[in-house]
Structure formats: C-alpha cells, structure tokens
C-alpha cells in the first residue's frame, strides 16, 4: 500500500482560485480537502452607500461570465424593495437575456474547458490544429451567443442598457427577426456538437455520491429566471426564505464562504436544474437527455457538463417561442421602462445563472441608498460539496498511478464550472514529496 | 520566433480575460502572430519563459504583490488590462473602510482567529492597482476592456509600434455616435471626464458613463463640476461617482490599512 501527497497549489504561478490537498497512508486517504485562497474583495461592505440605480452596475462586477445573472438578479432585488412592476415585455426580454448568458457560458464550458480532457489535450488550442472544422463550430456557437447578449443586453460583459424597471434601450423587431434565424441555422450546429460529446461521454468517471440539489423551480417553465427555491429532498421555500436553505459558515481554508442544508452539503447547476425541472425543458433538450442516458436524479456530479449542453438546447429552443411572442404583439419601446417612486424597504431575488441558484438582497433607506447587502453565489453553494465529493471519491481512486488521480481530481472540480472570481478552470496539481 | 505571451489574473471578474476570448475567430487569427505560454482560464500548459506579461485584477495581500514582483521579472513588457490593474476596480471603492471593518462585514459570522492578518488567505487585504506596486509599461482601461482595441494594441506591440488609447474624452466619441448628450434626459454622465476608446457603448445605449476607463490626463474637472450645477446635480452625487471607478483619484491613507 502506497503513500500519497498531493498539494495542488497556485502559489507560485497563479494566485487564488482553488487548491487540492491529498494526503494518505498505506492507501488510506486521511486529508482531502478542496481550498478556496481567492482575494476577497468585500462587495457587500462597499455595496453600502451606492444608490439603486448603480447597484445592478456595481454587482455585476463580481462575474465576468455571468455578469448578466447579477445583474438580473440585482434588478429583481432592487425592484423588489421598491414595488417596481415588469412589463410583461420587459419579463420575456428578461428571459431571453437570460437565456444568452446560459448559452455563451455552458458553449464556452463543454467547449472550451471541458473537450481537451475529453480530447486527453491541455487546452482547446492543440485542437484548432487537430480538429479546425468542430473548433469552429464551437467558436461560431459562442460567438453566436454573445451577439444574442450584445443585441439584447447592449453589452455581453457588464451590459449597458439595463435598469431598474426595464431598459434604456431595446433590440428593433428586424433584428429580432434576424436572431430568430440564427438561431434556426444554429440547431444543425448544436446537435453535431452534442454528437461529438456523446461519442466521447463514456470518458467521464461514472462515480455517484448521493446529495441534495438546490435550484430554481417553478411550474410555468424550466426555472432559470424566476421561480421558487426548490430540493431534490423534497420542498419548495418563497426566495424571500433563501437563509433557511443557505446556512453559510466560514472555514479557515477558504475565502469564500461555505453553505449546507438537509445533508452535510448540497449542489447547484446545470444538473441541479435538470434534475429538479427535468419535466419542463423543451423537446429537443428532452430528446438529447435520452441520447445521453441523463435521467432524474442524476448523482454523478461528471454529468453537469452534459446537462449544460442538454440545457443549450432548452435555451434555443425557448427563446425562438419567446420572439414569436414578442413579435406577435408587437414591440412597444415607448414603454420599455416603468417608472418608480423611490422608498425605502429590503428586496430579496433569485435567479438560476449558469452555475447555480444565485441570491441578492438589498436594504435601502428612504433616499435610495444601500445600507446593507448579501449576494450568496454559485459557486459558493458548491464548494462544500466538491469537498464532500472528494471524500468520497479519492478512496476509489487512490490506488491509480498518481498522474491518473491528479486529472481525475482536476475533472471532478472542472464539472461543476467553478466560478471562484469568476471561474478557477485550470488547476495545477503538484505532486508533494 | 513569435513573441511569448502569458495572461495572469488577480483579483478581478475575469471578465477582461473573457473579452479576450470573445474575439473568437480574430483569436484564432491572432494565434498565429504570438504563442501564448500560459493563460490559466483556458489552457492548463504553463511557461514562466515569455516577452509579454498580461495582468488583469487589482492586488490585494502581500501574498498577490510577492506574485506580481515575480511576474515583473520574467516579462520585458507588463501590460495592465482592465479597470481593475488599472485602478484598483470597482472594489476600491472598500479602501473606504479598514481591512477589520471590512472583514466584519462581510466575514463576521467567522471565528476571528480564522480570519486573522495570521492566515495569509485574509491578510490585510487592501485594494491597489498594479502601478502601486510594480512598473507598468502600457495599460489597456475599461470595465470591460473594448476587445477591438485589445487587438490593436498587441498589433501595435508586434509591430513596434506605441499603443493607440486615446486622450480625449468620452464625449467625442458619443458625438460621433449622435447620441442624445445624457445631461439632457436628466441623466448622471462622466463622459466628459472619463478616457475614451471603448466607443461610448454606454451612452449608446442609453446609459450615463460610469468613467470605468479613467480619467483623460488632463480633465477640465471644473468645467464638469460647473455642467453638474447647472443641470441641479448635488456634491454627494459627484463624490458618489466619483468614488465608483475613479476612486484611486480621490482617495486618502487611511489608519489601518
């Protein structure tokens, strides 16, 4: 029986994001712990003191990948607190911007991150070499996608035109004409992609641990703008109730902070959400989950990056009906934004970003100004459970050659997409001697 | 041979870094000029070996500013991408505060011993820009950076060229858009301050400017004070802004940090 060291760190190169830590003995995993050494940088403190109508601008910052997710979920917060009532216009366009930043995420993610260790490559650039014509389907695809979030939101990173009440600008009806389209074009592309990852899924470790999901859930749709907080353990919570869900706490080998619900930990995500709302995704995302085998409760956290693609489908599919609706009634930019009186009063809102179920909270005085604010992020929720994942799985691994336990370590933390400033997808494993 | 490039990050959205990403097929133009030995988001391959060092993020413990000095070392060139290098990011605007008041707000469900000055992971964090703590030979501004220009500044670089950012402000650039000037909807606007180059993306869209590229180097603070009484704007309002991108400008030493 062998002895193991692993200390997986970024010191020395790149600071922050994750470290892995592994030490065992005659083949018995005594430590394995996931480490979050990000630098803080305290938007709740400094949150306080801004105004309504710069919050959504000041906390979209804290993602650059899912910048659109906080801003709608500040939005929500802030019109909330202030009684602010969406158009239904504004809600559909809301959706659909929603559904852009799904799409450009889980692309770059399947696309990107997760092929080269399908591939047994370091990074998608060997691949433009070996495989030109599927990379550039995938660039076409993502590219696509940010052109959904540029029209739609102004800006795919940190967008321009959103405000408390709606918008300052939005899309014509030619152009959203002319998305609709590329969308259409764009399925062809889709399902030869997912076919490239369904030759290559029986890579993916088959390894289960049983845990609870946490996401968005609601009986209208596939819940990723609005909904109620749901559990694969049973029960539904109003969003104004998230602490009861979120207990965080704070352990000293992470600055981010750490939550559990029902068991020791939970997961949100793409398979989260698949598994709670499974009933409600669109009929090609449906007919992709079957090709894969992906069914509900699905407790092998490998297959969040096959209900992120299995989403994208979901994602097209939802927003070409969404155009036909907008486009049916017609567009009304005279109204794009409600107005609203200014008041004090607390805001809570949710919405399910890529990487899970995000929460914002706002306490406003009566001049408009934050006095307190809570954000509670993906990737937060899913670090207790990375680490309860690891317990579980290094003793099944540890018996392999030590470079074989350093990928399917790193393959574990990539599936779940962390986000830890914004996203932590290269871990460096040394090995510690 | 092509030049070495290597993307680091501190701590930041990563946003900027994306930005790159979403030049997409450009990207995959540009990767015929340069070889890019490390850049953690996408590639797990890693060189300390290369010409041009490519920073996002603000520093914030010692541990990042060790990192960034070892970073100055193997670069000929440090560029610093983004508001956050470049100013210190939205999350200057906690320098506000000491770290502990910081800590306590949002930590102060922790054991205090865990999140002492002792585990370096908490250790007296403070927000700087990358020019506080090492030379920075260029800077690309911008929350996010405009991706456009981030091409033509490598291409510039490659060519031996001096970087083109502007030093005109915002509203030049939101004239030639023929944008309705914000002021006039009774809106906030730091266009006339703040460093063009982005192409006014936020006025365009009906947005004030939030000045996250800067200020230009010479900017008529005065003139822009005097716009603000006149449309009836108050000093809290200028101070607020003021300290949302552009906070490194007015900020004092504080005690404790």
Not at chain 2, 226 to 238: A, M, N, P
Request: a neutral charge.
């Amino acid at each position: 029986m062998k002895d193991v060291n692993i200390l997986v760190e970024h010191l020395t190169r790149v600071e922050g994001h994750g470290n892995i830590v592994l030490n065992a003995k005659d083949g018995k995993v005594e430590k394995v712990q996931w480490q979050v050494s990000e630098a803080p940088r305290f938007f709740e403190s400094f949150a306080r003191g801004r105004t309504h109508y710069e919050m959504a601008h000041v906390t979209c910052r804290i993602c650059g990948i899912c910048s659109i997710g906080h801003t709608e979920a500040s939005l929500k917060a802030t019109e909330t607190a202030m009684g602010i009532e969406l158009s239904e216009q504004t809600q559909t366009l809301r959706r659909m911007i929603k559904s852009a930043e799904n799409l450009q995420s889980h692309v770059l993610h399947v696309g990107y991150l997760i092929a080269p260790d399908l591939f047994g490559v370091g990074s998608v650039f060997p691949l433009i070499g070996t495989h030109p014509q599927i990379v550039l389907k995938i660039v076409a695809l993502h590219r696509l996608a940010n052109e959904m979030s540029d029209l739609l939101a102004g800006r795919t990173i940190h967008p321009t035109n959103m405000v408390p009440g709606g918008f300052t600008s939005i899309p014509s009806e030619k152009q959203l004409k002319q998305l609709r389209q590329k969308l259409l074009d764009a399925v062809p592309v889709f399902n030869e992609v997912a076919e490239i990852v369904l030759a290559n899924a029986h890579k993916l470790p088959k390894f289960t641990r049983e845990t609870e999901f946490i996401a968005l859930t609601s009986d209208k749709e596939y819940a990723i703008y609005d909904g109620v907080i749901g559990s694969t353990d049973g029960g539904t919570w109003p969003v104004d109730q998230y602490l009861k869900v979120t207990n965080e706490f704070v352990v000293p080998y992470s600055t981010a902070k750490f939550t559990k619900h029902n068991r020791e930990s939970y997961m949100v995500g793409a398979l989260a959400r698949f598994n709670l709302n499974y009933d409600k995704l669109s009929p090609l995302a449906k007919q992709w989950a079957g090709k894969f085998g992906l069914s509900s409760v699905c407790h092998n956290p490998f297959m969040n990056s096959v209900a992120q693609l299995i989403e994208c489908f979901n994602d097209v599919e939802t927003t070409i009906a969404w155009i036909d609706q907008l486009l049916e009634k017609g567009l009304d930019a005279k109204n794009m934004c409600a107005k609203y009186d200014v008041k004090a009063g607390r805001g809570i809102a949710a919405v399910d970003v890529p990487r899970g179920i995000l929460f914002h909270d706002y306490t406003y005085n009566d001049k408009g100004i934050c006095t307190k604010a809570n954000c509670i992020i993906p990737t937060n929720q899913n670090h207790n459970n990375i680490n309860q994942d690891f317990k579980a799985f290094a003793p099944t691994i540890i018996d392999k050659p030590e470079k074989e336990i350093e990928l399917l370590l790193e393959m574990l933390v990539r599936a779940y997409d962390p986000c830890i400033s914004c996203s932590c997808h290269y871990l460096d494993v040394q090995w510690k001697r | 041979m092509k030049p070495r490039v290597a993307f680091f990050d501190f701590a930041s959205c990563e946003g900027c870094q994306l930005s790159v990403a979403n030049l997409e097929e450009s990207l995959v133009d540009v990767l015929k000029l340069i070889d890019i030995v490390a850049f953690r988001e996408v590639m797990k391959e890693h060189s300390d070996q290369y010409d041009i060092a490519i920073v996002e993020g603000s520093i914030t413990r010692p541990m990042d500013e060790e990192r960034l000095k070892k970073i100055r070392a193997n670069a000929n060139i440090l560029i610093a991408l983004g508001a956050c290098a470049h100013l210190g990011g939205v999350q200057r605007m906690a320098n506000q505060w000491t770290p502990e008041e910081n800590k306590k707000e949002v930590y102060g469900i922790a054991n205090p011993a865990d999140i002492a000055d002792s585990n370096r992971f908490f250790e007296k964090p403070r927000q700087k820009a990358l020019d506080e703590v090492v030379k920075v030979d260029y800077t690309i501004p911008g929350c996010p950076i405009n991706k456009e220009e981030f091409a033509k500044v490598l291409i510039a670089l490659l060519t031996g060229r001096k970087p083109p950012i502007p030093d005109y402000p915002v509203c030049v650039e939101c004239k030639k858009k023929e944008n309705v000037c914000m002021f006039t909807i009774g809106k906030f606007c730091m266009g006339p301050l703040a460093r063009a180059g982005c192409g006014a993306p936020c006025p365009t869209a009906g947005n004030e400017c939030e000045a996250c590229r800067g200020y230009v180097d010479h900017p008529h603070e005065k003139a822009q004070t005097d716009v603000l009484e006149k449309y009836g704007l108050t000093v809290d309002d200028i101070m607020r802004r003021k300290t949302m991108f552009t906070y490194r400008y007015v900020e004092k030493p504080k005690d404790g940090a």
